[in-house]
Structure formats: structure tokens, C-alpha cells
């Protein structure tokens, strides 16, 4: 590993999208400089919303927006890929499964981040050394939801620190904590940093004694330009030069950022321009030229040698993609299992849905009367099926969309091994949840068929459970808002159980609305119900006519609502096909947030 690292960057400049001729774009940040190396803990300190933190995305390669100017690890530039392999990115909320233990979240973190070789043996020996260097050995079989706000900043220095980078990058690492915990927290950097890693921190307004830690700040005024970069022991020289003198007994740090920061006053032009002032002196000053001069020093590495200094780092070699799949199925059922109580009294509310649904239909008879009783009956209870199984997936990528994000962020895993896996998992819930809803059905009502029918009847609604389960993923993974997602599914709801079959006469549709039932899971799943129970039916009496219309057959039966019992094989089709193309939908959207929406 590299024993010494320097992290310079030059006329950095971000903007929240790349500016054009047409469109003007104010800068994010402006003209920033500065310089980080190994052994020392670096502060970037700011108002609030003046750029710290997009400051510390560009530099560690996380940035979703459009970065211009130089950012050079020894004189060489590089790319997010590397980046992340050299540095660890902690965030300033631990983003995590919180049914996971201590224990359990590091080894999932370390099988998919550290080298695919890397035996077992070695990696709990990794995590063990871990977890005891940063003091969580009595925490280690606590789940995360029941640890401290330090225990947190600590697990998430954990996550970064299996890899041994020789870079971190802190988001606000005492943000929320009390100053006791605070304190701890950066003694720990600091002890980091003694150990020859290279720190950088955005920080909100520390204590005295938590700035009197950093051996660097970088500070930037309200705008996103730079007012000082330096040693912490020189800065409140720099700006008694210019004029700004902190009192004796005022906290260093505060009088920073308040002396930088615009104040809330109805001339917010004349605010903005006493800050620039004070960003253009330090441009003038000699910490400036000091800072300019040993950037200049670092010089630009040829391309063959930046490629060799860093090779060792290009021979790591990630998880496999089936790794990253058994890994996230395992986390999935982890979380599933230690969540079950939650999950056993949403069955058993819809058992009990499921159970008023078929009371009224106890002891069915097959007669003119019956007719209507079945229909209804098969479609109530798909309608139920259908609508719990999309609607039971509906919170699943929303909840864990701050870690997806985080994690593709860092390169722990794909989004196709997450999709893939949080797929798999909904398959034997949603089957095996929907045999027993449909089970009771069919014993309660007396539907035909006997043992034979009875499995047949529970496939044909399980067809249309996975679909609805896809419908629900589509969704979940489309929109980030549950309240979104819900407006969108009540007009296709509508529009799909408009046309399934039971409140339209399918067969009298105008050619330009006849289409619309093909893209209906409503329709294909009644009629598959329909077929199974009217197939075969050729007795039916005609004692009690219905406005004077006798149905014999279930052929006339299916006819009468515009169902087909030659379409059985069209409808299983059907469904797939829709199963496909909604699991491909959401993919995709899952992908393109993944890659536009920045990981914090």
C-alpha cells in the first residue's frame, strides 16, 4: 500500500448541471484550492449550504454534478473507480439494514468490498480486528437500531475501515451527537490520522476543543468560494491581517462561520459582497501564494507512471455478481425473518379479508342463481389477491433506497444483484401466502374440482399474485414517493379492474377499447379462474331462469362474459409477459436513480 499520499485540488469549480451558452448556471462552489496528505485531519468548514459538503463529493468522486478544474492524488489524476478503492466515504447518517447486528453488517460489507480471494478465515479475522479497534466488541451482536448516535459514527467508520483505505472522507461526523460524544468521535480521527491516514471532514461548528484537533481547514463563505486554506494554528492570525478579530473568549470555530456566513438582512447584496471581500483577501494574502506555490510544486504526473504507482490497487478484484446475490438474499431474509411478527399480522389481516370475502358464498350451487354468486366470488377474491400482493411490495425499494444509493455508491454491490435478489425474495412469500389465502377460499365455498382443483385453482391466482407483485415493484422502484406511486395505481387499478372481465360486457366493446383487457393482470387471472371452474360444466339446471336467460353449459357461461376457454394458454402468457415487463420497468428506473441521484 502507498505509505504517503497527497491529495491536491486546483480551481475546483461544481455546478449543480453543466452550464451551457443558453443556460446560466451559478457555481455551487468557485475557484477552490487546497491540499490534504497522510497523517493529517483536515476540517472543511462552511455556512450552511455553502458548499462543504458538495466540496468533499468532488473530491472523493461521488459528485453528481458537473466538476471542473484539477483534483490530483500524487500528481495523478483519478478516476471515481479508483477513488473509491484508495478512499472510504462515511456519511453523515449511518445508512444500514437496521435488523442486521454489528457482526452481520460487516461481514456482508466485507465479503462484497474486500478481494473476491480473500478467504473466510481472513475475513473474520478482518472484522473481528475491526470491531475491537474501534471499541464495538460489546455491541457486536446488538442490532443496529438499538445502538448509540457514537455507536453509529463509530459502526460507519467500520464499514470503511475493512478495507484499510488510506483516505476517509467524514460528512459531519458530530452532527447530533452531544459534545462529549462529539469529542470522542474526532479523537478517534485523530488517532486515525496518527496512524498515517489522510482525513477530510466537513464540519458544522465545533467545539474549541474538537477544531483544536485538526492540523488543516479549509474554509469557504457563503457563495462556495475560498476564504482560507491553512494550519488551524495560523488562521485566526489571517484574519486579524484583514481586520477580523476574534474575542478572547469566543469559540474559534463559531467565529468562523459566522464571520463568513451573510447575515439575514433585507440587503443581502451588500452581505454577499462583505464575504466575497474577504474571499478575495485571502487571494491576496501569503498563505494564498504559500498554498499556489506548493501546488505548483506537485506537478502533473505522466499517465504511465500514474498507472504504475497505483497497479497494485487495479488488481483487487470485486465480488462476483452471484456473490453479491446469495449475499443480499441472505441480508433480505435476515431482515424478513427478524421483521416476521410485522409480517404474520398483515396475513393474518388479509386471511381474515379473505374470510369474509368467502362466507357469503358457503355451499355455492351450480344453477341459473350461482352463476353470478361464482363470477363474483372468483373476481372478489382475485381482486383481494391481487391488490394485497401489489400493495405488500409497495414500501420495499422506498425504505432502503438511502442505502441502495449508498452502497452502488460505493461500490459495494450492482443494481442488477440488488433487483435480482429483492425479486427472488418476494417469489416464496408471495407464493405461499397466496396458496393459503386461495385455500381458504376454495374449502370454504365448496369450489369444484376436489384435491385436483384445488392445487389448480391456487396456481392460477398465484400467476396473478407474482404479477401483481411485479405491478408493485414497478411502482416502488419507479417513484420515490409513496404518495406518488399510490396517485399513479389508482387510474391504472381502475382502468385494469374496469376491464377484467365482471363489470363490462367484454364482448361488446368497440374495436378501439377492445385491446385495453390484454393489458389487464384482472383480466387474464379471471379468466383463467373462470375457465378452471366453468371447463367441463355441462348440466347446469334451468328451474329459476334470470330474466328469462338460461345458461346449460359453462361454455355459455364463459361466452355470456366474454371470456374464451380456449384463451387458457394466451392468458398464462399474458401474465408472464406483463410479470416481465414491469420487473423490467423497474430495473431500469432503479438504475437511472441509482446513477442521478448522488449517494448522501
Given at each position: 500500500?502507498?505509505?504517503?499520499?497527497?491529495?491536491?485540488?486546483?480551481?475546483?469549480?461544481?455546478?449543480?448541471?453543466?452550464?451551457?451558452?443558453?443556460?446560466?448556471?451559478?457555481?455551487?462552489?468557485?475557484d477552490?484550492?487546497?491540499?490534504?496528505?497522510?497523517g493529517?485531519?483536515?476540517?472543511?468548514?462552511?455556512?450552511?449550504?455553502?458548499?462543504?459538503?458538495?466540496?468533499?463529493?468532488?473530491?472523493?468522486?461521488?459528485?453528481?454534478?458537473?466538476?471542473?478544474?484539477?483534483?490530483?492524488?500524487n500528481?495523478?489524476?483519478?478516476?471515481?473507480?479508483?477513488?473509491?478503492?484508495?478512499?472510504?466515504?462515511?456519511?453523515?447518517?449511518?445508512?444500514?439494514?437496521?435488523?442486521?447486528?454489528?457482526?452481520?453488517?460487516?461481514?456482508?460489507?466485507?465479503?462484497?468490498?474486500?478481494?473476491?480471494?480473500?478467504?473466510?478465515?481472513?475475513?473474520?479475522?478482518?472484522?473481528?480486528?475491526?470491531?475491537?479497534?474501534?471499541?464495538?466488541?460489546?455491541r457486536?451482536?446488538?442490532?443496529?437500531?438499538?445502538?448509540?448516535?457514537?455507536?453509529?459514527?463509530?459502526?460507519?467508520?467500520a464499514?470503511?475501515l475493512?478495507?484499510?483505505?488510506?483516505?476517509?472522507?467524514c460528512?459531519?461526523?458530530?452532527?447530533?451527537?452531544?459534545?462529549?460524544?462529539?469529542?470522542?468521535?474526532?479523537?478517534?480521527?485523530?488517532?486515525?490520522?496518527?496512524?498515517?491516514?489522510?482525513?477530510?471532514?466537513?464540519?458544522?461548528?465545533p467545539?474549541?476543543?474538537?477544531?483544536?484537533?485538526?492540523?488543516?481547514v479549509?474554509?469557504?463563505?457563503?457563495?462556495?468560494?475560498?476564504?482560507?486554506?491553512?494550519?488551524?494554528?495560523t488562521?485566526?492570525?489571517?484574519?486579524k491581517?484583514?481586520?477580523?478579530?476574534?474575542?478572547?473568549?469566543?469559540?474559534?470555530?463559531?467565529?468562523?462561520?459566522?464571520?463568513?456566513?451573510?447575515?439575514?438582512?433585507e440587503?443581502?447584496?451588500?452581505?454577499?459582497?462583505?464575504?466575497?471581500?474577504?474571499?478575495?483577501?485571502?487571494?491576496?494574502?501569503?498563505?494564498?501564494?504559500?498554498?499556489?506555490?506548493?501546488l505548483?510544486?506537485?506537478?502533473?504526473?505522466?499517465?504511465?507512471?500514474?498507472?504504475?504507482?497505483?497497479?497494485?490497487?487495479?488488481?483487487?478484484?470485486?465480488?462476483?455478481?452471484?456473490?453479491?446475490?446469495?449475499?443480499?438474499?441472505?441480508?433480505?431474509?435476515?431482515?424478513?425473518?427478524?421483521?416476521?411478527?410485522?409480517?404474520?399480522?398483515?396475513?393474518?389481516?388479509?386471511?381474515?379479508?379473505?374470510?369474509?370475502?368467502?362466507?357469503?358464498?358457503?355451499?355455492?350451487?351450480?344453477?341459473?342463481?350461482?352463476?353470478?354468486?361464482?363470477?363474483?366470488?372468483l373476481?372478489?377474491?382475485?381482486?383481494?389477491?391481487?391488490?394485497?400482493?401489489?400493495?405488500?411490495?409497495?414500501?420495499?425499494?422506498?425504505?432502503?433506497?438511502?442505502?441502495?444509493?449508498?452502497?452502488?455508491?460505493?461500490?459495494?454491490?450492482?443494481?442488477?444483484?440488488?433487483?435480482?435478489?429483492?425479486?427472488?425474495?418476494?417469489?416464496?412469500?408471495?407464493?405461499i401466502e397466496?396458496?393459503?389465502?386461495?385455500?381458504?377460499?376454495?374449502?370454504?365455498?365448496g369450489?369444484?374440482?376436489?384435491?385436483?382443483?384445488?392445487?389448480?385453482?391456487?396456481?392460477?391466482?398465484?400467476?396473478?399474485?407474482?404479477?401483481?407483485?411485479?405491478?408493485?415493484?414497478?411502482?416502488?422502484?419507479?417513484f420515490?414517493?409513496?404518495?406518488?406511486?399510490?396517485?399513479?395505481?389508482v387510474?391504472?387499478?381502475?382502468?385494469?379492474?374496469?376491464?377484467?372481465?365482471?363489470?363490462?360486457?367484454?364482448?361488446?366493446?368497440?374495436?378501439?377499447?377492445?385491446?385495453?383487457?390484454?393489458?389487464?393482470?384482472?383480466?387474464?387471472?379471471?379468466?383463467?379462474?373462470?375457465?378452471?371452474?366453468?371447463?367441463?360444466?355441462?348440466?347446469?339446471?334451468?328451474?329459476?331462469?334470470v330474466?328469462?336467460?338460461?345458461?346449460?353449459?359453462?361454455?355459455?357461461?364463459?361466452?355470456?362474459?366474454?371470456?374464451?376457454?380456449?384463451?387458457?394458454?394466451?392468458?398464462?402468457?399474458?401474465?408472464?409477459?406483463?410479470?416481465?415487463?414491469?420487473?423490467?420497468?423497474?430495473?431500469?428506473?432503479?438504475?437511472?436513480?441509482?446513477?442521478q441521484?448522488?449517494?448522501?
Open positions: 500500500m502507498h505509505d504517503f499520499l497527497v491529495l491536491s485540488w486546483k480551481n475546483v469549480t461544481c455546478y449543480a448541471e453543466k452550464p451551457s451558452k443558453n443556460l446560466h448556471s451559478s457555481p455551487i462552489i468557485s477552490v484550492s487546497g491540499i490534504a496528505k497522510s493529517t485531519l483536515t476540517a472543511v468548514m462552511s455556512p450552511s449550504g455553502a458548499g462543504k459538503t458538495s466540496l468533499l463529493a468532488a473530491l472523493n468522486k461521488r459528485s453528481k454534478c458537473h466538476v471542473e478544474g484539477q483534483i490530483l492524488l500528481g495523478c489524476n483519478v478516476d471515481q473507480e479508483l477513488m473509491s478503492k484508495i478512499s472510504g466515504f462515511v456519511p453523515q447518517k449511518d445508512l444500514s439494514i437496521e435488523s442486521l447486528t454489528v457482526q452481520e453488517h460487516l461481514e456482508f460489507m466485507a465479503r462484497l468490498k474486500m478481494d473476491r480471494h480473500t478467504s473466510w478465515k481472513e475475513l473474520l479475522l478482518i472484522v473481528t480486528n475491526v470491531i475491537e479497534h474501534l471499541s464495538l466488541s460489546h457486536a451482536d446488538t442490532q443496529l437500531s438499538a445502538l448509540s448516535g457514537g455507536q453509529r459514527k463509530r459502526l460507519g467508520l464499514n470503511q475493512l478495507m484499510n483505505p488510506q483516505i476517509l472522507f460528512d459531519e461526523p458530530t452532527t447530533g451527537l452531544d459534545s462529549f460524544s462529539a469529542m470522542n468521535v474526532i479523537k478517534l480521527l485523530r488517532r486515525l490520522a496518527n496512524e498515517g491516514k489522510m482525513i477530510i471532514c466537513a464540519i458544522h461548528q467545539t474549541s476543543g474538537v477544531f483544536e484537533k485538526f492540523d488543516s479549509s474554509l469557504l463563505v457563503s457563495g462556495g468560494k475560498l476564504a482560507y486554506h491553512g494550519e488551524v494554528s488562521v485566526l492570525d489571517h484574519f491581517n484583514i481586520g477580523l478579530i476574534c474575542p478572547p473568549t469566543f469559540n474559534q470555530a463559531e467565529f468562523l462561520v459566522s464571520t463568513v456566513a451573510t447575515l439575514p438582512t440587503d443581502v447584496n451588500s452581505e454577499q459582497k462583505r464575504v466575497n471581500r474577504i474571499a478575495d483577501s485571502f487571494k491576496r494574502s501569503a498563505a494564498c501564494a504559500a498554498l499556489l506555490n506548493e505548483d510544486a506537485i506537478g502533473f504526473g505522466s499517465k504511465d507512471k500514474c498507472n504504475l504507482q497505483f497497479s497494485d490497487l487495479c488488481k483487487i478484484q470485486p465480488a462476483k455478481l452471484s456473490t453479491q446475490f446469495v449475499w443480499l438474499l441472505w441480508r433480505s431474509y435476515i431482515n424478513l425473518r427478524r421483521t416476521s411478527q410485522a409480517n404474520f399480522a398483515r396475513f393474518c389481516l388479509y386471511a381474515l379479508v379473505m374470510l369474509m370475502v368467502s362466507v357469503p358464498y358457503a355451499d355455492l350451487q351450480i344453477n341459473q342463481t350461482g352463476i353470478q354468486n361464482l363470477q363474483g366470488l373476481y372478489s377474491a382475485m381482486a383481494e389477491i391481487i391488490f394485497s400482493s401489489a400493495y405488500s411490495v409497495l414500501f420495499t425499494f422506498p425504505e432502503e433506497i438511502p442505502v441502495f444509493l449508498y452502497d452502488v455508491g460505493d461500490n459495494v454491490y450492482s443494481t442488477s444483484a440488488y433487483y435480482t435478489s429483492k425479486v427472488v425474495m418476494m417469489l416464496p412469500r408471495t407464493i397466496t396458496f393459503l389465502l386461495s385455500s381458504i377460499v376454495f374449502w370454504i365455498t369450489l369444484r374440482g376436489g384435491i385436483s382443483g384445488w392445487f389448480e385453482f391456487a396456481i392460477r391466482m398465484i400467476f396473478g399474485a407474482i404479477t401483481a407483485t411485479s405491478y408493485g415493484a414497478c411502482l416502488s422502484a419507479t420515490e414517493s409513496i404518495n406518488t406511486a399510490s396517485l399513479v395505481s387510474p391504472v387499478d381502475f382502468i385494469g379492474s374496469t376491464f377484467g372481465g365482471l363489470f363490462i360486457q367484454l364482448r361488446s366493446l368497440p374495436f378501439y377499447m377492445a385491446w385495453i383487457k390484454y393489458i389487464s393482470m384482472f383480466f387474464y387471472t379471471f379468466e383463467l379462474l373462470s375457465i378452471q371452474q366453468w371447463r367441463g360444466v355441462t348440466d347446469i339446471p334451468c328451474s329459476k331462469s330474466d328469462n336467460v338460461c345458461y346449460t353449459t359453462g361454455e355459455q357461461v364463459l361466452h355470456s362474459y366474454g371470456l374464451q376457454s380456449e384463451n387458457n394458454t394466451l392468458d398464462f402468457f399474458g401474465l408472464i409477459v406483463m410479470f416481465c415487463i414491469f420487473h423490467v420497468i423497474g430495473f431500469f428506473s432503479l438504475l437511472r436513480r441509482s446513477q441521484v448522488a449517494a448522501y
